[in-house]
């Protein structure tokens, strides 16, 4: 799929944000930093209650079952070990 024009910001929009950026001072720049991260946490959307047993379900299935893969493996290999070498 071809990307859009629209998508690129231009030329001009560029050098503005770098003349922004390159005028303020260090104090402004973490300001504006931490006002960046309020408006970000402000976004995250947390799970209901439901959601979140759900989750945490499939979670604890998955890793029950990687458990039971990994120690058939190790139950495999180990008496591959004693077939092929002995006691």
């Known amino acids: ?3 859009k024009v ?3 910001p231009s ?4 050098e503005n944000a770098r003349k922004e950026r390159a005028g303020r001072n260090p104090f402004a720049r973490i300001v504006l930093f931490i006002k960046q991260v ?7 959307v947390t799970p209901t209650r ?6 945490t379900l ?5 890793v029950v079952i990687m ?5 058939g493996l190790d139950t495999l290999f180990g008496w591959l070990a004693v077939v092929t070498f002995g006691e």
Not at 38 to 44: A, D, Q, R, T
Not at 50 to 55: A, H, I
Not at 58 to 62: G, Q, R, T
Request: no cysteine; aromatic share 10%; proline share 0%.
């Open 1 to 3: 799929m071809a990307r």
């Open 6 to 8: 629209i998508d690129e």
């Open 11 to 14: 030329e001009e929009i560029v």
């Open 38 to 44: 309020f408006g970000e946490l402000k976004k995250v």
């Open 50 to 55: 439901r959601e979140l047993l759900s989750y």
């Open 58 to 62: 499939v979670v604890l299935i998955f």
């Open 67 to 71: 458990m039971a893969i990994v120690v």
